[in-house]
């Protein structure tokens, strides 16, 4: 059912069942409502794109295609024959029908590429209709054909992801691909793929034309697993940000803010490392609510699994209100140095506020003392004190919001250029993350601002700032959204370079999260 001569790696490696629900699947559909070419693309569920059981349509493409199919197929195990056992219930006729409709789509839906900025989904309908579609149009189609024959939901599903092929010459090549997941009889979760049955284009749903014959080995990696009715993200530790893995060019692999997980890890621990005795099992305790679990890669959070709250983040300007928070969680910890949970989520936003705010743009970088070179460490009574540079966004700075560079959130900020920067000139900002009809990413699609901050007064001017992607040092590696530093780096001392960014502010995190911790600590006596 895969790749003919290709050795196929990893299949057990992956959770097909879904390691977690998202529970508002809503993209871009990237069409234009019906008669009306000027109106803007508008929200869609991708789980709409699988045909209902009962689905009439595929059930007269059952009864009438595929069964002429089968008869004129030469494969002896498809003849006429086995109609009645293709259309039975009993031991090993779902794996039957499994096959057979993998091989008619295949086989007689063309695999046929479709170019340019936007290339919506077909509806299975429509793949029927003419005959042809793309990988993910003809796994829709199998998908919603294999449910119509009789096959339960739960036992299949739509996969998206990536291919990677190792070809018999040549470099492995990585292409974004969608396929369908089949569990068997047995229970074992098998792969789908109807490019394995067309024996003229075989592998040819894979970009730039690879043929299946020319592979040595695959490996298909997901990014998420939908039916009609959840959608699941895959617990996966090679995700990618930069891959755009949906068709409607919805960026499903950006999963942002990063400034989580193992790296959040590691500023615990550095920040941490000198306790010794009782207090260690502060640092123990801590290091348990990281987690390996879906959503923000390989290792997790606790603070990051729950409702998403942008003043725990230090997201959409929310500075003043951020550090209100933290010090009301440093406050209980204080109080009861047993309540440790309350300095992690602490410790958490710290880490973020250097991530994701403007502070160290501007902060005096100090390079003496424990975790040195630093930005200088926030004081949120005296915002003005370890401040090098007044917050200056104005045109012709290396922070110009008048100019393009950055982007507004129209659906909000309906201001000039100069009314931008004076919103936020001299002021410590935090880009925009999760506003409505403005996501940069697959899963901030998914994630909303809670009610009570959206209808606040004042919440539209948060549109004026830049997006967190353009401007947050929350990874390792520079991502491809981002705007504000360049990888190049004139030295040790160049303000614009990402590398110089992100050491300095991670130095400064894991500097505030000690002095906030040796404060706290058994403060009663």
């Known amino acids: 059912m895969c790749f003919p001569g290709a050795v196929l790696r990893g299949i057990g490696r992956w959770n097909w069942d879904g390691d977690e629900i998202l529970h508002r699947p809503i993209v871009s559909s990237s069409r234009t409502v019906l008669g009306q070419p000027k109106s803007k693309y508008y929200d869609t569920d991708p789980r709409g794109f ?86 993910e149009d003809r796994a829709l189609l199998l998908a919603s054909l294999l449910s119509a024959s009789g096959i339960s939901e739960y036992n299949l599903r739509v996969a998206l992801g990536r291919v990677e092929s190792t070809p018999r010459k040549g470099r492995t090549r990585f292409d974004d691909h969608v396929w369908v997941m089949y569990k068997t009889e047995a229970g074992k979760w098998v792969l789908l793929e109807p490019a394995a049955h067309n024996p003229k284009k075989a592998g040819r749903p894979l970009k730039r034309k690879l043929r299946a014959d020319d592979i040595r080995s695959a490996e298909y990696v997901p990014y998420f697993l939908f039916n009609s009715d959840h959608l699941w993200c895959v617990n996966n530790n090679q995700f990618r940000h930069d891959e755009s893995l949906l068709s409607t060019r919805k960026r499903w692999a950006d999963l942002n803010p990063k400034f989580i997980g193992a790296l959040h890890q590691t500023i615990l621990n550095d920040a941490l490392n000198h306790l010794v005795g009782e207090e260690r099992r502060v640092l123990d305790a801590l290091n348990r609510s990281f987690s390996r679990a879906f959503f923000f890669g390989p290792i997790v959070d606790a603070a990051d699994t729950a409702s998403y709250d942008p003043i725990d983040h230090f997201d959409n300007g929310y500075v003043t209100e951020g550090w209100s928070r933290i010090e009301s969680r440093l406050n ?17 936003a710290i880490a973020d506020f250097y991530a994701h705010s403007t502070w160290p743009h501007f902060a005096r970088i100090d390079r003496q003392g424990a975790f040195a070179p630093r930005a200088a460490i926030y004081d949120p009574l005296f915002t003005w004190a370890g401040q090098q540079y007044e917050a200056d966004y104005s045109e012709g700075t290396d922070f110009d919001l008048f100019g393009s560079t950055f982007s507004v959130n129209p659906t909000h900020f309906k201001g000039s250029p100069s009314d931008r920067v004076a919103l936020c000139q001299g002021k410590i900002i935090s880009g925009r993350y999760a506003q409505r009809r403005d996501s940069h990413g697959f899963t901030e699609s998914f994630i909303y601002i809670p009610n009570a901050l959206e209808r606040a007064p004042g919440f539209d001017d948060r549109g004026a700032y830049p997006h967190h992607e353009e401007i947050a040092v929350d990874s390792s590696d520079r991502e491809a959204g981002h705007v504000l530093y360049s990888d190049h780096s004139d030295g040790p001392h160049d303000r614009m370079s990402y590398a110089n960014q992100l050491l300095w502010r991670t130095n400064s995190a894991k500097a505030h999260i000690r002095q906030a911790f040796d404060f706290c600590w058994d403060y009663r006596r």
């Open 332 to 348: 209980a910890f204080r109080s009861d140095n047993r309540n440790i949970g309350s300095f992690g989520r602490a410790a958490h």
């Open 50 to 135: 699988l045909s209902a059981q009962g689905n009439a349509v595929m059930a007269k493409a059952m009864n009438e295609s595929v069964k002429e199919f089968m008869t004129s197929c030469r494969r002896s195990h498809f003849s006429g024959g086995d109609w009645e056992y293709f259309r039975a219930r009993s031991e090993g006729s779902f794996d039957f029908k499994a096959e057979v409709l993998t091989a008619f789509v295949g086989e007689t839906i063309k695999y046929k590429s479709r170019s340019g900025k936007r290339d919506p989904w077909l509806l299975p309908e429509e793949t029927l209709h003419l005959g042809w579609g793309d990988c």
